[in-house]
């Protein structure tokens, strides 16, 4: 919860304090620039509000999970009432997080498309997805929706060398 309360904490700084004073002036066109810190912010601090709630009605209620849907199921032979919300596993947390770094460093050398298509392959492969012929629709899809809506939507520029331009 103390992890919870530090990104809440964080997210308000972000809002009240660094988006406006590190945003440059609206410039009359397009959208503005703050709308996208904006929108990354005000997702954080959902989720991060939906977790400490998640987290407060487990521990409040003190209910546990059945012993076979555990993956920690070590830890429920101590009847402490612990639960997994809140729990950490690194290597599924590495299997997100790395495709995610190599997203951003892609993006500079290979281009938002093709870094986009890449990323999204991998992702659905590491959550378990292995029908190739709807991972490659997912990833066009979302790929293409994602470009239009930032290109024509939000009339900014994509990073990264251009494929179609």
Known sequence: MIAYLLIIVFSIVLFTWAIPTYTPAYPGYGASPALVPNVAVGVMLFMAILSMVTVAISLFTKKTLPKEESEFSEDLEDGDGFTQVGRVN???LARIMIPCVLLVVA??????MLASFAFLMVLQYFIGSR???QSILVSITLTAVL???MRYGFGVP???PQIFE
């Open 158 to 160: 994509v990073p990264g």
């Open 147 to 149: 470009y239009i809506i």
């Open 90 to 92: 690194l290597y599924h």
């Open 107 to 112: 993006i500079e050398y290979i281009g938002y």
């Open 131 to 133: 029908k190739w012929l």
